[in-house]
T-cell receptor, first 114, second 115 residues
Framework: AQSVSQHNHHVILSEAASLELGCNYS??????LFWYVQYPGQHLQLLLK??????LVKGIKGFEAEFIKSKFSFNLRKPSVQWSDTAEYFC????????????FGSGTQLTVLP | ETGVTQTPRHLVMGMTNKKSLKCEQH?????MYWYKQSAKKPLELMFV???????ENNSVPSRFSPECPNSSHLFLHLHTLQPEDSALYLC??????????????FGPGTRLTVL
């Protein structure tokens, strides 16, 4: 079975700092990749997704992620974070042809200090 | 966003109680899902329904019983739960596009506490 690793459990940044959250998956086949965000007291929302094509994916709120197949990675980036980006971020993966089995990482709590 | 709604938002129950969680999706999707989100653990997929048929059951104990009367509604019936079942239960839906390029959309969850 596939697994997803998010090595940073808690990241604390000051406003305007750059962000990179790591995500690695363990599966050698074709995958679909997602980043979800959960703001305090709110439901999980889709930030961005990668199915195929350009490995650099742009999402909402200035976030982007790059799929590097050789590294089994899908890291999330934002050049300048805001206090409102404080949330928990989840990386998730499905296998191509098995879209219902969405496997999540354990999440990274991002705290942005004003 | 109100595409997927869940009720109740909070539930406290004793171990001998029977209760039900409800999920409704307004997105015209064909597949619905139950997940369990426990503290410091990844989201765990519990059940998947496609066109009202259960297609996945990830070794969930029988004290959790799902029901999907139509493609817009999903229930999770709970009975004789244990304190370790306390968690946030999330419902999701997706179009269930063939070929794997599918996206799941989540509801706000029900925070369940078992005493």
């Amino acid at each position: 079975a596939q697994s997803v690793s998010q090595h940073n459990h808690h990241v604390i940044l000051s406003e305007a700092a750059s962000l990179e959250l790591g995500c690695n998956y363990s599966y050698g086949g074709t995958v679909n990749l997602f980043w979800y965000v959960q703001y305090p007291g709110q439901h999980l929302q889709l930030l961005l997704k990668y199915f195929s094509g350009d490995p650099l994916v742009k999402g909402i709120k200035g976030f982007e992620a790059e799929f590097i197949k050789s590294k089994f990675s899908f890291n999330l980036r934002k050049p300048s974070v805001q206090w409102s980006d404080t949330a928990e971020y989840f990386c998730a993966v499905t296998l191509s042809g098995s879209a219902r089995q969405l496997t999540f990482g354990s999440g990274t709590q991002l705290t942005v200090l004003p | 966003e109100t595409g997927v709604t869940q009720t109740p938002r909070h539930l406290v129950m004793g171990m001998t109680n029977k209760k039900s969680l409800k999920c409704e999706q307004h997105l015209g999707h064909n597949a619905m899902y139950w997940y369990k989100q426990s503290a410091k653990k990844p989201l765990e997929l519990m059940f998947v329904y496609n066109f009202k048929e259960q297609t996945e059951n990830n070794s969930v104990p029988s004290r959790f019983s799902p029901e999907c009367p139509n493609s817009s509604h999903l229930f999770l019936h709970l009975h004789t739960l244990q304190p370790e079942d306390s968690a946030l239960y999330l419902c999701a839906s997706s179009q269930d596009v063939s070929g794997g390029s599918d996206t799941q959309y989540f509801g706000p969850g029900t925070r369940l506490t078992v005493l």
